[in-house]
């Protein structure tokens, strides 16, 4: 089983930038399509980004596109997740997530793995 481990996240004004880091270990990211997905309190977690095995299929949710962006690099074990002109409603704790299928799901329950999560806070 892959472990994930997210880190980059932080409070920051709106209009700037986080560039989310999402790292592999026990086994190689390269077998798994990475996505990204967010929850705030008392509402269901939701798709932000999500990328195939090799780079070749990005998806983004449209409430992101324009402003996110996210990439992999399998040499390095590591996705990331990079957020730019940032709004207060972008606030959650983001989530990287593995699934083995060579289909890129939006859905949360495709995902296997998780990793423990990165809190954005975004002020006004």
């Known amino acids: 089983q892959v472990r994930l481990v997210e880190s980059g996240g932080g409070l920051v004004q709106a209009g700037t930038s986080l560039r989310l880091s999402c790292v592999a270990s026990?086994?190689?990211?390269?077998?798994?399509?990475i996505g990204w997905f967010r929850q705030t309190p008392g509402k269901e977690r939701e798709f932000v980004a999500a990328?195939?095995?090799?780079?070749?299929?990005?998806r983004l949710a449209d409430s992101v596109k324009g402003r996110f962006t996210i990439s992999r690099d399998n040499n390095k074990n590591t996705a990331w997740l990079q957020m730019n002109s940032l709004k207060p409603e972008d606030t959650a704790v983001y989530y990287c997530a593995a699934d083995a299928s060579i289909v890129v799901y939006e859905t949360e329950t495709s995902y296997d793995a998780w990793g423990q999560g990165t809190q954005v806070t975004v002020s006004s």
């Open positions: 026990g086994r190689a990211i390269a077998a798994y399509t």
């Open positions: 990328i195939s095995w090799g780079g070749d299929t990005r």
